[in-house]
T-cell receptor, first 113, second 113 residues
Framework: EDKVVQSPLSLVVHEGDTVTLNCSYE??????LLWYKQEKKAPTFLFMLTSSGIEKKSGRLSSILDKKELFSILNITATQTGDSAVYLCAVEANRQGAQKLVFGQGTRLTINP | KAGVTQTPRYLIKTRGQQVTLSCSPI?????VSWYQQTPGQGLQFLFEYFSETQRNKGNFPGRFSGRQFSNSRSEMNVSTLELGDSALYLC????????????FGSGTRLTVV
């Protein structure tokens, strides 16, 4: 069964800290791994990773994928209170010619001022 | 351009009733997927439609069904509602397939009493 596991499930840090969120996966016919930020309702897209070892960056956020060890990390440096959200990791899997996204449980990140 | 629109935003139903939720994808997007999000289970895949055909289905009972119209708008229906169906139902659309360019709507919060 396809599975995506995120850790930690919850994290509380102070503004300015650096955080690392983890995502490991076991899926059939991996195609890509995606990170989303969910603040209230609609998850918003952060990164899509398809190749191992290539870091993707967007401002203070960065992410990398390891397809050999089947995991990804999301780093946030110099955290701000606006980074408080649930961060979702999802893996695109292909089964019988159809694609679907399998999501992890999410990491709830709280940034205290 | 307009995002993914889900209606209604909130819904309260009684056990045993049925409900229909609507999702209008981004113009030009032909793939529409539905997810159920609950605190205990996270985001779980319901089904995906492409060009009016269901391409993939998650592990949900037959009470959950959906369809897609020729203009790519999609509806999902839940019959014989149970308390456990209370959740945030999210719809996501993309041009061709899941993952790439995936955009979520703000969801419909369904409460079953």
């Amino acid at each position: 069964e396809d599975k995506v596991v995120q850790s930690p499930l919850s994290l509380v840090v102070h503004e300015g800290d650096t955080v690392t969120l983890n995502c490991s996966y076991e899926v059939t016919n991996f195609r890509s791994l995606l990170w989303y930020k969910q603040e209230k309702k609609a998850p918003t897209f952060l990164f899509m990773l398809t190749s191992s070892g290539i870091e993707k960056k967007s401002g203070r956020l960065s992410s990398i994928l390891d397809k050999k060890e089947l995991f990804s990390i999301l780093n946030i440096t110099a955290t701000q209170t606006g980074d408080s959200a649930v961060y979702l990791c999802a893996v695109e899997a292909n089964r019988q010619g159809a694609q679907k996204l399998v999501f992890g449980q999410g990491t709830r990140l709280t940034i205290n001022p | 351009k307009a995002g993914v629109t889900q209606t209604p935003r909130y819904l309260i139903k009684t056990r045993g009733q049925q409900v229909t939720l609507s999702c209008s994808p981004i113009s030009g997007h032909r793939s529409v997927s539905w997810y159920q999000q609950t605190p205990g289970q996270g985001l779980q895949f319901l089904f995906e439609y492409f060009s009016e055909t269901q391409r993939n289905k998650g592990n949900f009972p037959g009470r959950f069904s959906g369809r897609q119209f020729s203009n790519s708008r999609s509806e999902m229906n839940v019959s014989t509602l149970e308390l456990g169906d209370s959740a945030l139902y999210l719809c996501a659309s993309s041009f061709l397939t899941v993952g790439y360019g995936y955009t979520f709507g703000s969801g419909t919060r369904l409460t079953v009493v």
